[in-house]
């Protein structure tokens, strides 16, 4: 991972329980009170810290993740820590944000720990954000963002600050070990013609260089928006037909996520679309839609901006041995 050396450090500690805890201090011999100064209930060990502690609740809860630390606390430390790790690798692909902001809790966690211990100031919530955001400064995430990093702390509903890979929607599916295959999708429209593109591929796969796999469909539309919903129905139905079982699909349409969330009363040309979205999507072992910067699909709008200027549609299937 291309993350702080410090950070590196710190997560080897982590994963072999070496960090000094009191918990861990106590075991190499060291006389002192287990108890956790945070809460003041429970003793410092790794676990309590970093999940089971009323502070680390609270931040993991409020942070952007939403994480239930408390949750499957039959787990170790280290399998939940991989469970998310391995979770936001197979679900974000290269870009690794809130990979990046899980560690980056962690770290916060730790630092405002401290800060209790050596310098007995007081731990509340906000203290951990403040280390949390001074890491992500530390990682340079946040560099391309205008926004302050308070949007990203406190995201309010439907916000469009949510940095690229936050913002996803999960139509079916839990999480398993199986691989999930990443289809990039890109809509494109233009006013005067009213002419739409709609394009997609499969990323991440050995194909001969002339062949995309996926596809590209001209139509008429109304918007801009109704080509990126055309785009994510016409994407799903590709992959349903591909026997594509787990899927992500990149979109830099936050609108469109954000109606796949809601059922609120809505355009009525979206309406069925939207509808016909989630139902392909329930047909899958894992289906999610990702928000993602406009970079990442600038494949699919070439291939979109293609299909709405010359009027061209085509659809390349895998063979059946490739996919997944
Ligand atoms: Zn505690």
Known sequence: MNILPKWKLFLWKLLHNGIATKVNLGRRGIQLSMTCDLCGAGEEDIQHLFRFCDIAQQVWRSGSLGIHSEINETMSFKEWFMFYVRLFQRQDGKNIPRCTYFISTL?????????????????IVSVVFAFI????????????????????????EGNTAFPPGFFTVILAGVEDRGPISTIVIDGSWHKNTRNAGMGWFLENQHIPN??????????????????E?????????????AGIGRVTSLSDSHRLVELLHSDAAMDIQ???????????????????????????????????????????????????????
């Open 107 to 123: 770290w916060g966690l730790w630092l405002a720990r401290n800060n209790r211990i050596f310098r007995n100031e007081v731990t």
């Open 270 to 324: 979206l309406i069925w679309t939207l509808a016909e979205i989630r139902r392909i999507g329930k047909t899958f072992n894992w289906c999610c839609i990702n928000k993602v910067d406009r970079d990442r699909v600038q494949d699919a709008h070439e291939l979109a901006k293609a299909a709405s200027t010359y009027l061209v549609s085509f659809s390349n299937f895998p063979s059946s041995s490739n996919c997944s």
């Open 133 to 156: 955001k001074i890491g992500l400064d530390q990682h340079g995430i946040l560099q391309q963002q205008r926004r302050p990093l308070v949007r990203l702390l406190h995201p309010p």
């Open 229 to 241: 919903v055309l785009v994510c129905l016409l994407s799903l139905r590709w992959a349903s037909q």
């Open 210 to 227: 002339d062949r995309i796999l996926g596809g590209a469909q001209a139509r008429t539309a109304e918007s801009t928006l109704q080509a």
